[in-house]
């Protein structure tokens, strides 16, 4: 039972575009997200969160948008560049729960 | 500020054989978090420590077992080794067990079993 859906294997975009990563989800009790980026031979590095409470949430080049209704989030990497490049994990949890639930990942590949 | 820390980074088993892998919390975090992750898998959650003691545990057997000591650092044993527990073993550390906390990862054991 796959909570947490990434359904593109992988994503390739142009240096200075926008790269836009996608996740869907199943549990409607799942009410704190976040993203994860993860390089080669290094552990998952905790990008940005959002509560359920909200539908947007900004840092930098990175905004994470939450669709409730379609159970749906989303991360907007502008302008993109050479070193996002790596496997992004969306991961969720439910209030008063302990685990994380990750997504299966999604491989960002930024070209030059 | 030290993150976290996994030891060892590598490990080649046989089936059968116990495994014990090591993790050293972020300053500061009294939580552990373990994650199992398979290949081209996002991590799964195995349990989690807060302040020595066992606070909510993944759909794994009871032959992964762990502790969390004093200095919160952690250990995950694996007994009976099976060819499917090879895979990558992360551990986390948060500065609370509250869910909204953020999770800190090391990076990871990898162990494969033969």
């Known amino acids: 039972d796959q909570q947490v859906k990434q359904n593109s294997p992988s994503l390739s975009v142009q240096e200075g575009r926008i790269s836009i990563l996608n996740c869907d989800y199943t549990?409607?009790?799942?009410?704190?997200f976040l993203w994860y980026k993860k390089y080669p031979a290094e552990g998952p590095t905790f990008l940005i969160s959002?509560?359920?409470?909200?539908d947007k949430n900004e840092d930098g080049r990175f905004t994470v948008f939450l669709n409730k209704s379609a159970k749906h989030l989303s991360l907007h990497i502008v302008p993109s560049q050479p070193g996002d490049s790596a496997v992004y994990f969306c991961?969720?949890?439910?209030?008063?729960?302990?685990?994380?639930?990750f997504g299966q990942g999604t491989r960002l590949t930024i070209n030059p | 500020e030290t993150g976290v820390t996994q030891s060892p980074t590598h490990l080649i088993k046989t089936r059968g054989q116990q495994v014990t892998l090591r993790c050293s919390s972020q300053?500061?975090?009294?939580?552990v978090s373990w994650y199992q992750q398979a290949l081209g898998q996002g991590p799964q959650f195995i349990f989690q420590?807060?302040?020595?003691?066992?606070?909510g545990r993944g759909n794994f057997p009871p032959r992964f077992s762990g502790l969390q000591f004093p200095n919160y650092s952690s250990e995950l044993n694996v007994n009976a080794l099976e060819l499917d527990d090879s895979a990558l073993y992360l551990c986390?550390?948060?500065?609370?067990?509250?869910?909204?906390?953020?999770?800190?990862f090391g990076a990871g054991t990898r162990l494969s079993v033969l």
């Open positions: 986390a550390s948060s500065q609370d067990r509250a869910s909204k906390n953020i999770q800190y």
């Open positions: 549990n409607s009790m799942f009410d704190y």
């Open positions: 959002i509560s359920s409470i909200k």
């Open positions: 991961a969720a949890s439910v209030q008063g729960a302990q685990k994380l639930v």
């Open positions: 300053s500061g975090h009294n939580t």
């Open positions: 420590y807060y302040r020595e003691e066992e606070n």
